[in-house]
C-alpha cells in the first residue's frame, strides 16, 4: 500500500488510520493527524479533493506523490503512505508538531550566527538530498522549513513538493516549460535568500512594487548595510554572495556549500554573539509575511536563473519585444504573489469566524484593528470604534446565545484593493446542534 498511487479499495485508508482533528485546510485539501490503527503510530493526512481537480491537477498530484516516495531524508518530511480512492486521495505524511523554523528562532533567548549556520547546514542537507535524486523542490521558502518536534535541537524538515519538479541529470536535460533552463541552481538561490535572512532578519531583495522587487532580483541588487552586518564574519557573507551569484553558471552546488567553511568549519569560524537585533527584525519579518501572505524569499524563484529570467539586457533596450517579454513575466509574478495573498486572506477568515463561533476572543482581538469601527444594532445602530464593545459581546450575547458546533466557508472569493487592503465575499455555513437533532 505505502508508495502506490494506484486506486485501492474505498475503505484501505480508513481501514488502516484513524482520522483525528484538523491540522490545516487548502483550496482542494485537508490536512489531519491520523493514527494507525496497529501501530498506533502518528501521522499527517493530506486528503485532496479529486472531483474538483482538473487532469493538469491530477497530473500534478500523480508527480508529487512520486517524488516524495524518492526522498528519504532526516532533513525532508516523508511521505509514508499514497492511497487513491473514488474522489479522494490521501497522502500520509511524518507528522511534524515544531511549526515553523522561523517562528522557533524568534522565540529563542539565545540565537547567533553559529544557529544559523547550523539551520542552513539542514536545509543544505535536504536540498542535496533532493538533486542527488534529481529533484528541484522550486518552493524553498520559510513557510515550508518546519521543525520535527518542539524539543530544543529538533530537526529542521524541509516540506511541500507541490511545485517539485524531476529532471535530467546531464547540463542539458534542465528544461521544462518554454524550454527554459529550470535547474538546481534555483534552489541554491533560494538557500541564499534564506540564509540572509536567518543573519539579520530581512530579506536581500524588497519593494512593495512587485516589478521593481523582480528587477532588484534579476540584477542582484543587494548589499550588506551597516550596523546590523558589521557584526558578521566575512566567511558567511562569501557563501551568500555565492548563492546568490546571478550568472548560474557560476553558483555554487549544495555540495560545495555543504563542503564551505563556514559550515564545516562552524565552531571556529561563526560567531557566538547573541544577535538580538536578528531577532528583532525576524519578528517584524514573520509578521509582515503572515499579515500579507507575500513569499518574499522566493517569489521569482521558480522562474529565476540567469538564463529563465530573461536578462533587461538580452533585448534591445525599448524594444516591442523587450516590453512584451517582461510584461508576461511580470504578470506570472503578480500572479503568483496574488494567488498566495488570496488563499491566505482565506484563512485569516476562516481563523476569525472560528473565534467567534467559539468565544475565543484572545484571538480576535489580535486579528482585528483596535480601532475597528462598526454599526452595532444591539446600541442603536449608532457607530462604535474599538473593541470594548466586542469584549462585551463575547462575555455576554455570545454565551447566551446558541452557538454553532461548525462554521465553514463556501465558494470564497477574494477581491484585491490595491496591496494594502481586500474584500472577501463568501457563504458562511453553520450548524447547530439542539437537544434532538443537528440542524444548518
Known sequence: MAGS?????????HETYELKEELGKGAFSIVRRCVNKETRLEYAAKIINTRKLSSRDLQKLEREARICRLLKHPNIVRLHSSIAEEGYHYLVF????????????????????????????QILESV?????????????????????????????KLADFGLAIEVDGDKHGWYVLKKEPYGRSVDLWACGVILYILLVGYPPFWDEDQH????????????????????????????????LCVDQSKRITATEALKHPWIVNRERVASKVHRQETLDGLKKFNARRKLKGAILTTIVARRFSANSVRPFVSKKKGSDEELTVHSEDEHEVDAV?????????????????????????????????PHVTAFEPVSNGNLVEGLEFHKFYFDNLHSKRATPVNTTILSPHVHMLGDEAACICYVRLQQFLSRDYCCT
Not at 225 to 230: R, T
Open 5 to 13: 498511487t494506484s486506486p485501492v479499495s474505498k475503505q484501505a485508508f
Open 94 to 121: 511524518d507528522l511534524v508538531t515544531g511549526g515553523e523554523l522561523f517562528e522557533d528562532i524568534v522565540a529563542r533567548e539565545y540565537y547567533s550566527e553559529a544557529d544559523a549556520s547550523h539551520c542552513i547546514q
Open 128 to 156: 542535496h538530498h533532493c538533486h542527488h535524486n534529481k529533484v528541484v523542490h522550486r518552493d524553498l521558502k520559510p513557510e515550508n522549513l518546519l521543525l520535527a518536534s518542539k524539543e530544543k535541537g529538533a530537526a529542521v
Open 212 to 243: 521593481k522587487l523582480y528587477a532588484q532580483i534579476k540584477a542582484g541588487a543587494y548589499d550588506y548595510p551597516s550596523p546590523e552586518w558589521d557584526t558578521v564574519t566575512d566567511e558567511a557573507k562569501e557563501l551568500i554572495n555565492t548563492l
Open 337 to 369: 504573489a496574488n494567488k498566495g495573498k488570496e488563499q491566505h486572506i482565506i484563512q485569516l477568515t476562516q481563523k476569525l469566524i472560528t473565534s467567534i463561533t467559539t468565544g475565543d476572543f484572545e484571538t480576535y482581538s489580535k486579528l482585528i484593528d
